[in-house]
């Protein structure tokens, strides 16, 4: 029987009592060991935590903010359709985005002051992000490889969104589930998400009674052999 009954429920389970490990150890016992992002996709504030469905987006090198004689109609607007997917975001949607190199910055404070508008989760980049400081005071759950100030108006454009996208070989479709916390990020799939988190909510509950275990005196081999967690 399913833990919770909706979206915002399971995320308030996770924000209460997990943690990322916790779902990406059920995910590598269902089979599924390559849902992490790499680590240098850092949150900007250690205590930032996102969870939320992928709104995904597909970013490319550009190398003139408008070119004229072009066989793409993208390539004659700034930023592409990066306007376009920020404002198709959901409420508690993430957006997440990758395709281009680290030449710039993908995400800033106008672009978090929007995505908090329409009541966004945060905001995952495959790169740089900028306004560091305005992101932070905004608390809108950001990360990215960092701060790094130059723009992506001449250099980059979103060229597409709500399509599937990889990250160093994890694919991502929209509607996954994007979880993270300073200790990383892991997509959880669809068709894995009741059985990842159930698992990772009765593992959570568990480590409680092994904890308590443990504070009470019993062996680490003791606790393992009565409780199966460590």
Request: hydrophobic letters at 40%.
């Amino acid at each position: 029987m399913k833990i919770w009954k909706d979206d915002k429920e399971l995320y308030s389970i996770a924000k209460k009592e997990l943690f990322v490990a916790l779902v990406g150890d059920v995910l590598d016992k269902l089979g599924y060991q390559h849902q992490f992002l790499p680590p240098t996709i850092k949150p900007l504030n250690t205590d930032f935590v996102v969870i939320g469905r992928a709104m995904t987006v597909l970013e490319a090198d550009v190398f003139d903010e408008v070119v004229e004689e072009t066989n793409n109609p993208i390539m004659k607007k700034p930023f592409g359709i990066m306007f376009e997917a920020l404002d198709s975001l959901k409420e508690d949607e993430v957006y997440i985005c990758t395709g281009s190199s680290p030449r710039y910055a993908l995400w800033g404070g106008l672009m978090s002051t929007r995505a908090m508008k329409l009541g966004a989760a945060g905001a995952v980049l495959h790169g740089y992000s900028r306004d560091t400081n305005e992101v932070l005071n905004l608390n809108f759950p950001t990360f990215s490889y960092g701060g790094f100030a130059q723009d992506q108006g001449p250099r980059g454009k979103v060229i597409d969104y709500r399509v599937p996208i990889e990250i160093d070989g994890i694919k991502i479709n929209p509607g996954d589930i994007v979880y993270g916390d300073r200790d990383g990020i892991v997509i959880v799939p669809r068709e894995a998400e009741e059985e990842a988190f159930t698992g990772a909510i009765e593992k959570a509950r568990g480590e409680q009674l092994v904890k308590k275990a443990l504070e009470n005196g019993m062996s680490t081999v003791d606790a393992f052999n009565k409780f199966g967690i460590m």
